[in-house]
């Protein structure tokens, strides 16, 4: 890392990982230096503690001091509380209420510490890192991840929300009387079908009715459903497993209900794709852009976007965690 005056932290927290990385504020890749821990549940502290620890070890490691750093971008799971500085209601943090900004601002005192929910953050990311110039006024990310989260920048403002959360397209309604519970409390979430827990779960069920083949998936896990995840699911649909097939085409259809009503919402130019599923995109991405080009009427009455998988998979929260410093700091009209 070429030694600078200035840098800039970013830190992405999601259900499984937290990622923390630093920069100059020119954001030139070869200056963007990305670390990785798991996400702890313990206690309400467990999220702040590992992230002070992963920014401390960033600084350690690059031999930069606190006085050198001129802002944090943190990036979570949402809902996030932006005037607060916490997390509240999330589904797959662990507890009701995570205190973000109070422990990190006590531990870097005079450092300028931004909290934004990581959908948000993302959609910022693409439009620094990825959008093309015709794309970047009217944007949509979706992350498909453990949970779903989503980002808009609409006319060329990033929408933010009274709290921080204007795209929770997660937990839109996708089937009201269903009897599927979201770990947010509520029924039939479109990430109920789709996200990598509702993927999981959707197929635990299953497996106790179902008359489908399921060789390949069980052979997988060595007879065990605890082991099955989502990754597993992909992985045998692949294959010629019939019952993990039916579960992925379950999980394309309320898709396509998602993506038509954030188009119909948002009425964006282009949708990005990005979190952990999307290492299986080829058996997601293809429905959609087929359904969208074929038959878009079905699912939307807006003229349908153009469909995209962002090429920073994993890294696209940290990194738009990045971005929402600089623009910070340098007045950027996106965010204003
Ligand atoms: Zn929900």
Same mark, same amino acid.
């Given at each position: 890392?070429? !030694?600078?005056?200035?840098?800039?932290?970013?830190?992405? #927290?999601?259900?499984?990982? $937290?990622?923390?990385? $630093?920069?100059?504020?020119?954001?030139?890749?070869?200056?963007?230096?990305? =670390?990785?821990?798991?996400? *702890? !549940? +313990?206690? +309400?502290?467990?999220?702040?503690?590992?992230?002070? *620890?992963? $920014?401390?070890?960033?600084?350690?490691?690059?031999?930069?001091?606190?006085?050198?750093?001129?802002?944090?971008? /943190?990036?979570?799971?949402?809902?996030?509380?932006?005037?607060?500085?916490?997390?509240?209601? %999330?589904?797959?943090?662990?507890?009701?209420?995570?205190?973000?900004?109070?422990?990190?601002?006590? &531990?870097?005192?005079?450092?300028?510490?931004?909290?934004?929910?990581?959908? #948000?953050?993302?959609?910022? @990311? #693409?439009?620094?890192?990825?959008?093309?110039?015709?794309?970047?006024? %009217?944007?949509?990310?979706?992350?498909?991840?453990?949970?779903?989260?989503?980002?808009?920048?609409?006319?060329?403002?990033?929408?933010?929300? !009274?709290?921080?959360?204007?795209?929770?397209?997660?937990?839109?309604?996708?089937?009201?009387?269903?009897?599927?519970?979201?770990?947010?409390?509520?029924?039939?979430?479109?990430?109920?079908?789709?996200?990598?827990?509702?993927?999981?779960?959707?197929?635990?069920?299953?497996?106790?009715?179902?008359?489908?083949?399921? =060789?390949?998936?069980?052979?997988?896990?060595?007879?065990?459903?605890? &082991?099955?995840?989502?990754? +597993?699911?992909?992985?045998?649909?692949?294959?010629?497993?019939?019952?993990?097939?039916? #579960?992925?085409?379950?999980?394309?259809?309320?898709?396509?209900? @998602?993506?038509?009503?954030?188009? %119909?919402?948002?009425?964006?130019?282009? $949708?990005?794709?990005?979190?952990?599923?999307?290492?299986?995109?080829?058996?997601?991405?293809?429905?959609?852009?087929?359904?969208?080009?074929?038959?878009? /009427?079905?699912?939307?009455?807006?003229?349908?976007?153009?469909?995209?998988?962002?090429?920073? /998979?994993?890294?696209?929260?940290?990194?738009?965690?990045?971005?929402?410093?600089?623009?910070?700091? +340098?007045? %950027?009209?996106?965010?204003?």
């Amino acid at each position: 890392m070429i !030694k600078v005056e200035k840098y800039i932290v970013g830190v992405d #927290i999601g259900g499984t990982w $937290i990622r923390a990385a $630093i920069s100059s504020m020119d954001l030139r890749e070869e200056n963007i230096k990305i =670390k990785t821990t798991r996400t *702890l !549940k +313990e206690h +309400e502290y467990s999220i702040s503690n590992s992230v002070i *620890l992963l $920014i401390s070890e960033l600084l350690a490691e690059y031999d930069i001091s606190n006085e050198e750093v001129i802002g944090i971008g /943190l990036a979570s799971a949402g809902p996030v509380d932006m005037e607060k500085g916490e997390v509240f209601n %999330n589904a797959n943090l662990g507890f009701r209420v995570i205190p973000l900004v109070e422990p990190l601002q006590d &531990r870097f005192p005079e450092i300028p510490i931004y909290l934004i929910n990581d959908g #948000i953050a993302s959609v910022l @990311g #693409i439009h620094y890192f990825e959008a093309e110039e015709y794309e970047k006024d %009217n944007l949509v990310y979706i992350t498909m991840s453990t949970g779903f989260g989503g980002g808009v920048i609409c006319n060329g403002h990033l929408l933010l929300g !009274k709290e921080g959360n204007a795209a929770e397209i997660g937990h839109a309604i996708v089937e009201p009387h269903s009897d599927h519970q979201c770990n947010c409390g509520a029924y039939g979430c479109w990430e109920v079908f789709s996200s990598g827990t509702g993927i999981k779960n959707r197929a635990l069920e299953a497996l106790e009715t179902s008359t489908l083949n399921s =060789k390949i998936l069980m052979f997988m896990v060595d007879n065990d459903p605890s &082991r099955i995840t989502a990754k +597993e699911i992909f992985q045998a649909a692949k294959g010629a497993d019939k019952f993990s097939k039916s #579960i992925i085409e379950m999980s394309l259809y309320y898709n396509k209900i @998602g993506v038509g009503l954030v188009n %119909n919402f948002y009425d964006c130019r282009s $949708i990005y794709f990005g979190g952990a599923l999307m290492k299986d995109h080829g058996l997601i991405i293809p429905s959609l852009v087929e359904q969208f080009e074929k038959d878009p /009427l079905q699912f939307t009455v807006n003229h349908p976007p153009n469909i995209k998988v962002t090429r920073y /998979l994993d890294d696209i929260g940290v990194r738009g965690a990045l971005v929402l410093v600089k623009y910070k700091l +340098e007045g %950027n009209p996106v965010i204003e």
